[in-house]
C-alpha cells in the first residue's frame, strides 16, 4: 500500500482554515471582504456571543448566481483572478480562494444570495453541503455562520475572553470603514449597535464616528504625491497622542496592512514634535500601481511586499512634515488656565514650589547622611533616631497646614507667597503624610523661608556640600551656577559636571513615590464637573476586563452612554490642572498592554508621577534651592539617571577641559614657547 495520499478535501480546508480563520474577528474580515469586492453599498454585521454563537453578514452587492454558488465553497475557486499576470495585478481585496471553504470546514454557514432574480440558499456543514434550494432573496448576499469551531472544540482554548473578541472584531470593522468611506457599514453585537458609518465618502467625518468628534478635530488633512505613490489621508496634531501604534492606520490599495517601516516613516515626518513614547493617530491611504506591490504573501494578506519602498517613506515623512510645518504648535498655555488663576499658576505658584522643595530636599539629606555638625546641635546618632521618630510624630514646634506640606508645594506657614487652594488637598497617602510630617520636624532645625532657627546657628556653605559616599559612588559636588534655567554646574575635585534639574529632581520623587504609590489611599478629590472620556468601540471593549485595575489606583470608571465613561473623583495625588490628561495616560498604559499587572501598573504610576511633580525646564532656582537639590540627589540610591533612563548628570574632566582651551602641548614643542 501507498504511503503517500491525498488529503481528503474536508480535512485540507481544515488545515486552510487554521491559518485563515484564526478567531471570530477572522471570519468578519473575509466575509466582509468578499462584500466590499462584490460593490456593496451597504454592509451590516451582525454577531451574537462575541461571534462564537453567530455571524451574519448581510450586504447589497452584485449577488452570486446559482450556478456559481456550490463552486464558491470549493477551496482556491475564485471570481477575482484567473491566470499569473493577474496574480501580479491585483485590485481586489480577496483572491486565493480559501476563505469561504475554510470558514465552512469549521463552522454551520448558510449562504443566501440573489443577483435580481430569484435567490439560491445553500446550507453547508462541515464542509458538506446538506442543502441547495431556491429562495426568495433581495439581491445582494447574506453569510450567516454558526456554532463557530463546533466540530474542532480544541481550537476554542486559544481563544481570549468574549470582550477581547469583540474588541478585534470591532477593529476590523473600523479599519475597513476607513478603507472604505463610501460603504456604510454597520456593527450590532447581541441587539446593542456598536459601529454606524453613513457611507457618504468623507473620511474624517468616518474618523469622528470611530475616535470621537474631538480627536477628529485635532486631524489634518495630508496630501502628497511622486510619479509613483499618492499619499493622502489625515494626521493628528501633536497635542494628540497615543501610548502604542495601533491607532496609525495603514491602507494600500484600500487594503489595511501592517509595515513598520510606513510607520516608522509617519513618526520620523513629526521629527522632535512627538514625546518619546508617544504616537500619532492617523489614517494614511496609500494609491499605487499594483505592480509595484506583492499581496500574496501571507493568508490574511495584512502584510505586504511593496517596491521602491524607500521612495514611499521618505514621501510620507515629507508630507507629513510639510504638513504640520503649517500648523502653530505652539499651544496657547492661558487656553488651559482658569482666568482667575493665571497669574498665580504662572509666577506665584512656582516661586512657593521651589521654596518649598529647597527645604525639604536640605533637610532630608542633613537628616539621612551623618554629617559635622556645629556644637549647638546633636551628635550625628541623634539626627538619625529624630529623622525616625519625626517620621511617625508629627511636629509640634511649628504650625501645621491642613493639609500637610508637600513635595513641591509650599506649606501654609511660610511667609513667602499665598497658598494655592486647589493644591491644598494633594497627597494624602499615609505614607506621604509621614513624608510630609517628617520634613515639618527636620525644617525646624534650619532656618528656610524667613523661618527662625531653633538652638542652632545656620549651617556653612560648606554643610550644603554632598557627602563623601562609600568609595567615591558619586562625587562631593559644589554648586556653581544654572545655565538656562535647565542645568545646574557643579564642581568636583576630578572636574566638572553638568546636571539635568528635572531628570535629578525626578530621579529623587520616584524613589519616594515607588514606596508611597503602593498604600492607596480612600482620600479622593470629588470633582465639580465630571471629566467625560470618549473612546472608540474597541477601547471600551477592552477597558471592561481592566476595571478593577485601573480602580486599584484610584481611577473609578463608570460607563457614560455607548462609547463614554465618567469619572466623578480622582486620587488626592493628582496634580491640579492635570487631572484629565493623567487618567488618560493611565488608561493608555491599560490599552498598550492588556496584561499589565497592579505592580507594574503603580510603578508606572510612579514614574509618571514623579516626572509630573519634578522643576521642568526653564526654571530658574536660587543657590540655595540648586545647592539643596545636589544634597538629596546624592543620598538616592540611584543618582544617575531618572526613572526613563535619561543620564541625570554628565561629566567634564579636567583634561576635557583643558583640551578645549588647547593647554595640552603637542609632544614636540617645548612649554617655553607658550604662554600660561
Known sequence: MAKIHELA????????????????????????????????????????EAGLQRISVVDDGDGIAD?????????????????????????????????????????????????????????????????HTAAAARKGTTVTVKDLFGNVPARLKYLKSPATELARITDIVNRLALSYPNVAFSLVHNGRELTRTTGR??????????????????MVAINGKNPDFQVSGYVSLPELTRASRQYISLLLNGRYIHNFQLSKALVAGYGSKLMVGRYPLAVLDIKMDP????????????????????????????????????????????????????????TDQLTMALNDVSAKYEMSARTTVPEPQPEES??????????????????????????????????????????????????????????????????????????????????????????????????????????????????????????????????VNYEFYRQAIGEVSDDEQKLLVPIVLDYPTTDVLELTNHIETLGSVGIHLESFGPNSFIVHEHPTWFKAGQETDTIKEMIDWVLNDGKISVAAFREKTAIMMSCKRAIKAN?????????????????????FNCPHGRPVLVHFTDQDLEKLFKRIQDPHHSGDDWGE
Open 9 to 48: 478535501s474536508v480535512l485540507a480546508d481544515q488545515i486552510a482554515a487554521g491559518e485563515v480563520v484564526e478567531r471570530p474577528a477572522s471570519v468578519v474580515k473575509e466575509l466582509v471582504e468578499n462584500a466590499v469586492d462584490a460593490h456593496s453599498q451597504q454592509i451590516d454585521i451582525t454577531v451574537e
Open 67 to 131: 450556478e456559481d454558488s456550490e463552486m464558491a465553497f470549493k477551496r482556491h475557486a475564485t471570481s477575482k483572478i484567473t491566470d499569473r499576470r493577474d496574480l501580479f495585478r491585483i485590485k481586489s481585496l480577496g483572491f486565493r480562494g480559501e476563505a469561504l471553504p475554510s470558514i465552512a470546514s469549521v463552522a454551520d454557514v448558510t449562504l443566501t444570495t440573489s443577483t435580481g432574480g430569484v435567490g439560491t440558499l445553500i446550507h453547508n456543514v462541515g464542509g458538506i453541503i446538506k442543502e
Open 201 to 218: 465618502g468623507d473620511l474624517q467625518q468616518v474618523i469622528a464616528g470611530i475616535y470621537g468628534v474631538q480627536s477628529a478635530r485635532k
Open 291 to 346: 505592480l509595484l506591490v506583492d499581496v500574496n504573501v501571507h493568508p490574511t494578506k495584512q502584510e505586504v511586499r511593496i517596491s521602491e519602498e524607500p521612495e514611499l517613506t521618505q514621501l510620507i515623512q515629507d508630507t507629513v512634515f510639510k504638513r504640520l510645518s503649517q500648523e502653530n504648535l505652539i499651544p496657547d498655555v492661558f487656553d488651559e488656565i482658569p482666568t482667575k488663576t493665571r497669574e498665580t499658576r504662572s
Open 378 to 507: 546633636a551628635a550625628p546618632t541623634d539626627t538619625v533616631a529624630q529623622k525616625s521618630s519625626a517620621a511617625s510624630e508629627p511636629a509640634e514646634t511649628t504650625p501645621t497646614p491642613a493639609a500637610g506640606p508637600q513635595p513641591l508645594e509650599t506649606p501654609e506657614e511660610v511667609p513667602v507667597e499665598p497658598v494655592v487652594v486647589h493644591d491644598k488637598h494633594d497627597f494624602q497617602l499615609p505614607a506621604v503624610q509621614a513624608f510630609d510630617e517628617k520634613y515639618q520636624t527636620e525644617q525646624v532645625a534650619a532656618p528656610l523661608g524667613g523661618r527662625a532657627p531653633v538652638k542652632q546657628e545656620p549651617l556653612p556653605e560648606a554643610d550644603l556640600r554632598a557627602p563623601e559616599p562609600p568609595a567615591q559612588r558619586f562625587p562631593q559636588l559644589r554648586y556653581l551656577g544654572q545655565v538656562h534655567g535647565t542645568y545646574l554646574l557643579a564642581e568636583a575635585d576630578d572636574g566638572l559636571y553638568l546636571v539635568d534639574q528635572h531628570a535629578a529632581q525626578e530621579r
Open 619 to 639: 526654571h530658574h532656582l536660587d543657590d540655595q534651592q540648586a545647592r539643596a537639590l545636589l544634597v538629596k540627589l546624592a543620598t538616592a540610591e540611584n543618582p
